[in-house]
Each structure stands twice: as structure tokens, then as C-alpha cells.
């Protein structure tokens, strides 16, 4: 199979994150990313531009077209709400295979109110509530958003009246207690549901399910999942949203036709939502295979730096360095082989009591890594190491040392701790 040019839009939010974890190692693709503003998706989509329309603007999809003939996109995954509905009102003329929906169900999908009347018969839609409730708490939520954000619990008439003159379209309905769910789920290229896999969203921010773990596929959840996918009959990745009303029976919150962020947790045990879904909208078959043991996903933030070094060669420090308390130092380990597929040379400089090369064997560490190593054991400053200091950079975890090379040579120097901002996570 000829690798296929995939473009995610935008590529920097938190879905085309996981995306880009998805397929970054993928031989059957070659991973593109754009974004209409300055986001992190510069920071590690290897092939990545920023492009001026957005995706309200008149020329977006001109601009779209003009992204996908200059590189020879096969398939554009869209990484937000919004952008899916967009796509998929203008699929056809899009010039290439666009991982959507048909529009109907976009729009279905897209409002939450729209999604209940279409599910009404359904014993899994919470009764809604029209006009002022007779009785408080209710649920209240945006019918156009994405995850939790806005949700909120109506303790009083004075709030609910509140939210109807906001401005901002509703779902009120029955107040839900119970514990959140979500159900990734899988289907084939036509829309017949593979694999459901159910979490609980156990800890949640800005909306976001920061800490899920699996749960057990029950009954009710898998009736649930058969229903919605006999009558929406989406493609690949699609997942959808339950919580647990007072009785503990599963009431519906969303259904959205694109990957999580989170399904990263489903990935992991070996269902490659993106790359299922790739397949998926380009017709080819496939099978889905899983696993089941103990596992939780919990994110944060990940720092990513752009520094504006030029150097050639590292002068790199031993003990408590690339060694610390009989452990190799594996960020400094990819950092090696970063510099090693870039032709940076390594420089081991160590006043090590015992021989180098020994020890970094013993630690399965190839002293052939090393375009030299320095063992220094008459007590001179290792700045007279340093032959090249216009395009070298030195680490080491000694203030003294560090303090000497940069007084001596103006090289730049780096504690352990900052050697993060070395490390290039583009792919």
C-alpha cells in the first residue's frame, strides 16, 4: 500500500495532538498539519503551515484546495467541532477525501438539541425541560460546544431565567448526578459499528477529560451504541457522551463524529482511532483487535521550546549527567540520537574515577555514540576541552563547571534540568 498524505486541521488542538501520536510512526501515512493561527502544532508536525483562512472565512476552502494541491493531500482529518460541520457542508468541493459526515448529520451532530429531537423515541435522552422548570436542580449546557465547557448544575429560577436571556442557545434537561462517560467507538466504511469502547471520565478541565480509564462494556451501553450507529451510520472514529441520571440509567449528553483527545487511552490498548478512520474513508478493509488490562490515562502539560541555537558539537558531562545515581538519563539518551541523525558531534568530557568506556558499557551505552571522549584526570578545567566555542554547546551538572566554560569560552551552557529545551518533537 502506497503511503497516503493525510492533512489534520487544525492540527495544534488537543485532538490533532492525538492524532499526531496516532500516525506520526504510521507507514501507511505521511502526516501533514495546518492551523489558521499560531498554535502548537508548529512545536510537532514535522510537515506543518499556518494558513490565513479560517474556517469561517469566505476563501477557506479556496485556501484548503491550495494547501491540498501543493501537497498532494489524500485525506484531510478535521481536529475540531466547528471544522467538521464546515467540511462537511462544503465535501464536494473539496479536493480531496475529507473524514466527515454528510452534512444532515453534521448538523445533527453538532447541536445538541437537534441530536435529541432526532432521538427522541430513545430511552436514552434525558427528559428536557421547556420554558421554567417546576422543580430545581436541572442541567443546563451550550447546544453548540465541545466536552463539558459550560455545563453547569441550575440550582434556582433566578439562574435558569438567567441563561434564557443570555443570548446563547440551551440544552436544559433533568439533572443527571451520576458518574461521566465516554464511548469511543469504531465503524467500518459503511457505518457498521465494529468495537465500543467505554471509560470514565474520572477527572475533568476546561471540559477536557484530563484522567479516564476503561470500564466494562455493559448491556445498556452497547444498546446504546448499536442505536445511534444504525441511524447516523457514521465512518471510523465517532464517539459519544453518557451520564447517570438519579436512578443510575444512562442518559445522553453528545454524540460527536470525529477522534477524542483522549482516545489516546483506546490507542494504547490497540485501537488506532485515526488511523482506523483513514482506512475507513478511503474504502480499505480492516479488522479491529483489542486488549484488556489494567491501564489509565492521565495528561498535562507538555512543555515544547523553540530556541535559536546553531551549534555542531555538545560537550556532554558523565556522572550525574548522562548517568545519574546508576540510571541512564533516557531524555539526554533520545537527545544522543537526535544529534547523532543530525551529524551533531557528542563530546563525552568526564573526570570519572573509574574507566569511561567501561562504564557506559555496563550501562548498554555504546561509547561509539561519541565522536571523542575526553578523560580528564590531572584536575584541568574541562574549558580546555572546548577547541571549537562558535558552535558548540556544553551540559553539565556542575555549577562550577558550567560557571568556568561559560566565563572561559562564552559557550552555552546547560544544567540537566534544562536540557528539555534541546529536544526537537517534530515528526
Not at 465516554?182 to 470514565?200: E, F, K, M, Q, Y
Not at 492521565?298 to 558531562?317: E, S
Request: charged content about 20%; proline content about 5%.
Amino acid at each position: 500500500m502506497t503511503a497516503l498524505n493525510v492533512l489534520v486541521f487544525p492540527c495544534g488542538s488537543e485532538i490533532g495532538l492525538e492524532i499526531h501520536s496516532a500516525l506520526k510512526y504510521s507507514k501507511a501515512v505521511r502526516l501533514f498539519g495546518a492551523s489558521s493561527v499560531d498554535d502548537h502544532g508548529a512545536y510537532v508536525y514535522a510537515r506543518y503551515t499556518q494558513i490565513d483562512a479560517h474556517v469561517r472565512s469566505p476563501d477557506f476552502i479556496e485556501t484548503l484546495n491550495a494547501l491540498i494541491d501543493s501537497w498532494q493531500i489524500d485525506v484531510v482529518l478535521p481536529a475540531h467541532d466547528s471544522v467538521v460541520l464546515a467540511l462537511a457542508l462544503a465535501a464536494e468541493r473539496i479536493a480531496a477525501t475529507v473524514a466527515v459526515p454528510d452534512a444532515e448529520t453534521a448538523k445533527l451532530c453538532r447541536n445538541k438539541n437537534v441530536t435529541y429531537r432526532a432521538f427522541a423515541e430513545e430511552d436514552f435522552v434525558p427528559a428536557t425541560v421547556e420554558g421554567l422548570a417546576a422543580h430545581y436542580p436541572i442541567f443546563a449546557k451550550p447546544a453548540v460546544g465541545q466536552g463539558s465547557q459550560g455545563a453547569e448544575r441550575i440550582d434556582s429560577q433566578a439562574r435558569h431565567v438567567q441563561l434564557l436571556g443570555a443570548g446563547t442557545e440551551y440544552v436544559f434537561s433533568e439533572y443527571l448526578p451520576g458518574k461521566e462517560y465516554t464511548v469511543d467507538c469504531i465503524s467500518d466504511g459503511s457505518g457498521g459499528l465494529l468495537h465500543a469502547s467505554p471509560r470514565v471520565r474520572a477527572r475533568v478541565k476546561a471540559g477536557i477529560s484530563v484522567s479516564t480509564k476503561p470500564v466494562p462494556l455493559d448491556e445498556e451501553m452497547s444498546s446504546i451504541a448499536e442505536r445511534i450507529a444504525k441511524r447516523l451510520r457514521l465512518k471510523g472514529a465517532w464517539f459519544f457522551q453518557l451520564k447517570r441520571n438519579g436512578e443510575g440509567r444512562y442518559k445522553l449528553l453528545e454524540v460527536a463524529p470525529r477522534i477524542a483527545g483522549s482516545m489516546g487511552l483506546s490507542r494504547n490498548l490497540g485501537i488506532n482511532y485515526p488511523l482506523l478512520t483513514v482506512l475507513a474513508y478511503r474504502n480499505l478493509p480492516f479488522s479491529v483487535q483489542t486488549q484488556q488490562y489494567p491501564i489509565q490515562l492521565d495528561r498535562a502539560l507538555k512543555n515544547c521550546y523553540r530556541v535559536g541555537l546553531k551549534y555542531d558539537t555538545v560537550y556532554l558531562d558523565l556522572d550525574d549527567t548522562l548517568i545519574i545515581d546508576g540510571q541512564v538519563n533516557v531524555m539526554l539518551v533520545a537527545l544522543l540520537y537526535q544529534w547523532l541523525g543530525r551529524q551533531v558531534s557528542v563530546v563525552l568530557v568526564t573526570r570519572h574515577n573509574r574507566c569511561p568506556r567501561a562504564t557506559l558499557e555496563a550501562n548498554k551505552l555504546s561509547p561509539a555514540i561519541f565522536s571523542r571522549i575526553v578523560h580528564i584526570a590531572d584536575g584541568s578545567p574541562k574549558s580546555t576541552v572546548i577547541d571549537r566555542p562558535e558552535s558548540a554547546i556544553f551540559i553539565d551538572d556542575s555549577f562550577r563547571e558550567r560557571m568556568d566554560v561559560s566565563r572561559k569560552t562564552g559557550v552555552p551552557v546547560f544544567d540537566v534540568d534544562a536540557v528539555e529545551q534541546l529536544m526537537d518533537w517534530r515528526l
